[in-house]
């Protein structure tokens, strides 16, 4: 199981972007997938993520500029990144958090895997002028 996200690039203040990350593998289900962000000398921060049910969380700092959306059956994430500020410039994480896994091409009982957390890769966005 792997997360791959895509996305990320160069754009400039007020510009839009998005972030998609694929979860791959036989994967049963992941409570809560999302983004993260780790900026210049700073922490890995959460921005926006969404449960299985529906429900999503957003920092305030992308409150009304960012949107998530989740499809479960593709085992999706997809975050839309608009009004882009220069302190949004960042490595952009895939999460997904409480999943549940085979750890081969067919679920029995005996393969069945729990990771709390699994990241992808990261994918650069950068914004500047």
């Known amino acids: 199981v792997q997360l791959q996200a895509s996305g990320g690039g160069l754009v400039q203040p007020g510009g839009s972007l998005g972030l998609s990350c694929v979860a791959s593998?036989?994967?049963?289900?992941?409570?809560?997938m999302g983004w993260y962000r780790q900026g210049p000398g700073l922490q890995r921060e959460l921005v926006a993520t969404a449960t299985s049910t529906g429900d999503v969380d957003y920092d305030d700092s992308v409150k009304g500029r960012f949107t998530i959306s989740r499809d479960i059956t593709k085992n999706t994430v997809h975050l839309q990144m608009n009004s882009l500020k220069l302190e949004d410039t960042a490595v952009y994480y895939c999460n997904a958090h409480q999943m549940y896994y085979c750890s081969g091409d067919r679920c029995y009982e005996d393969t069945v895997r729990y990771a709390n957390d699994m990241w992808g890769q990261g994918t650069l966005v950068t914004v500047s002028s």
């Open positions: 593998g036989n994967i049963i289900s992941a409570n809560r």
